[in-house]
């Protein structure tokens, strides 16, 4: 049983188009973490959002936390094709904050 | 600044032969760390954690097996590998305490059970 889980599994798009990835639980999280990989490597943090209904922007990348902490989308405003690679949503249990579940993904792929 | 080691990088075992999988942080002390597994392109599954010296958690039950001999050192084992064990582990740290929580990663060990 997935506790997170991502949507769409794969996405591929032309340079300069937006996206949107989301990330769905019925489970609380004390905070929720998007991290992207590349093949054959470690993921790499790229944010966390605490707070209900935080909004957080890196660059072309806007990060949102439901109100309810359930759930979580990152948009990208026109895309690279250096923004190919895996994107994976991971939140911290409310229980035990020793434990972080990941969602199952998202492939982007962005053609020149 | 805080980093992490694992190795080795690849590794092609036959079933049925033992597995050692070594984690070592530096630059930071009494983290919590991790062992995760990935398959192709997917998620990550949670296998063990430990938040000191000698203190490990599972979280499914499995042919592996993990120790922390000391506070900086996570180690991943098994006696047996098994065809079903083959996939990219991953270690990663994360500060102890209640902190905001995020996870530092690895570079990814993959096994391959033949």
């Known amino acids: 049983t997935q506790l997170l889980e991502q949507s769409p599994q794969f996405l591929s798009i032309q340079e300069g188009e937006n996206l949107t990835v989301y990330c769905n639980s019925s489970s609380v999280f004390s905070s929720l973490q998007w991290y992207r990989q590349e093949p054959g490597e470690g993921p790499v943090l790229l944010v966390t959002?605490?707070?209900?209904?935080e909004v957080k922007k890196l660059k072309r990348l806007t990060f949102q936390f439901g109100d309810a902490r359930k759930d979580s989308s990152l948009h990208i405003t026109a895309a690279q094709p250096g923004d190919t690679g895996l994107y994976l949503c991971?939140?911290?249990?409310?229980?035990?904050?020793?434990?972080?579940?990941f969602g199952s993904g998202t492939k982007l792929n962005v053609k020149p | 600044s805080q980093t992490i080691h694992q190795w080795p990088a690849t590794l092609v075992q036959p079933v049925g032969s033992p597995l050692s999988l070594e984690c070592t942080v530096e630059g930071t002390s009494n983290p919590n760390l991790y062992w995760y597994r990935q398959a192709a392109g997917r998620g990550l599954q949670l296998l063990f954690y430990?938040?000191?010296?000698?203190?490990i958690s599972s979280e499914v039950p499995q042919n592996l097996s993990a120790s922390r001999p000391q506070d900086r050192q996570f180690i991943l084992s098994s006696k047996k590998l098994l065809l079903s064990d083959s996939g990219f582990y991953l270690c990663?740290?994360?500060?102890?305490?209640?902190?905001?929580?995020?996870?530092?990663f690895g570079e990814g060990s993959r096994l391959t059970v033949l």
């Open positions: 991971a939140g911290r249990s409310e229980y035990n904050f020793n434990k972080f579940y």
């Open positions: 959002v605490v707070t209900g209904g």
């Open positions: 430990s938040v000191g010296i000698g203190q």
């Open positions: 990663a740290w994360s500060p102890s305490g209640t902190g905001t929580g995020e996870l530092f």
